[in-house]
């Protein structure tokens, strides 16, 4: 499990390379959620992510040697145009293994960044036999999304730079798919020196991180169909087990509820989010007694949409 120092260190690793993206407030919503919320801007982070960050520290922490023979990920997109442009800083080759029913924007944002697409079919397991055999083809260093302590450490980082420029919060809300931003805030939370309540925000359509806490045993992902696209992913054993120890609370949100938070940031703040960006949002505006008066932190997460298929436009 990485720890709270692994975070600070991830964060002066990182800092040449990525934005330190804007906190934005809106009055308007304040006053919908009863809360004071401040919202770290991921949605303007280069890739358009927060997935740089783990990407990035992955990345800088490979031996020269590893380097040299290149690295690998399966990803539903953001994640991968991350590894991608962080190889690229390094120099080095990347390859990506994608779902034939990834977003388009997505990829072409990996293609972009220099990465070599291999597609798999639409399920995990796919995804992981196609990485398997390229890695035994090239010697390719795997960059899991989320099942890696450098990723972890490094999607801290935009929970500590939040904290940094509101002084501390009483709770901070994230997106949970395969837990890695969720775990490695947690542990920001849990172990730092601004200690405050976690919650993750997870579609109802792909639950598996709320069962997985209620019940105590990591439960396997039912087939996602949420519009939350990047949060259909399963946890591995080590963000649930660091999401048990330290994650006060996993909120549900319907995918109707996840759209009008998306539309209502979209209309109100004038940020394009994804949808996993908006399910945070979705959870307090759901739960919002339970943070009433509080400081709140929410990271937006992403801002890669497919213009060409927004969710209201059915």
């Known amino acids: ?141 795997l960059i899991h999304p989320y099942d890696n302590p450098a990723v972890i450490a490094g999607q801290a980082t935009a929970g500590r730079e939040l904290l940094e420029e509101t002084g501390g919060l009483d709770a901070l809300l994230v997106p949970a798919g395969g837990g890695g931003i969720l775990s490695g805030s947690a542990i920001l939370a849990k172990e730092g020196p601004h200690r405050m309540s976690v919650y993750g925000a997870e579609p109802s359509l792909a639950d598996d991180a709320y069962q997985s806490l209620k019940t105590g045993v990591r439960q396997p992902q039912r087939p996602p169909v949420t519009v939350a696209d990047g949060l259909r992913t399963a946890l591995s054993d080590r963000t649930f087990n660091i999401i048990r120890s330290y994650v006060d609370d996993i909120i549900l949100v319907d995918d109707d509820e996840i759209v009008a938070a998306m539309r209502l940031v979209w209309e109100r703040m004038k940020l394009i989010i994804e949808p996993s960006s908006a399910a945070p949002l979705a959870a307090l505006l759901k739960s919002g007694k339970r943070f009433a008066g509080k400081k709140v932190g929410i990271v937006f997460s992403g801002g890669n949409v497919d213009l060409d298929h927004l969710p209201w436009l059915k």
């Open 1 to 141: 499990m990485p720890t709270f120092q692994d975070i600070l260190d991830a964060h002066e690793r990182i800092t040449p390379y990525i934005h330190r993206t804007p906190v934005y407030t809106s009055r308007y919503i304040n006053g919908l959620c009863g809360a004071q919320v401040f919202f770290k801007c991921e949605n303007l982070q280069k890739t358009g992510s927060f997935k740089i960050r783990g990407a990035t520290n992955a990345v800088f922490t490979l031996t020269e040697e590893e380097a040299q023979k290149g690295v690998i990920t399966h990803s539903s997109g953001n994640h991968g145009a991350a590894l991608a442009q962080a190889a690229r800083w390094r120099g080095i080759r990347c390859y990506v293994v994608m779902p034939h029913n990834a977003p388009a924007i997505k990829k072409q944002a990996a293609r972009g960044y220099g990465a070599e697409i291999v597609y798999s079919e639409a399920t995990l397991d796919s995804r992981e036999a196609v990485a398997r055999e390229l890695i035994e083809k090239h010697g390719l260093s």
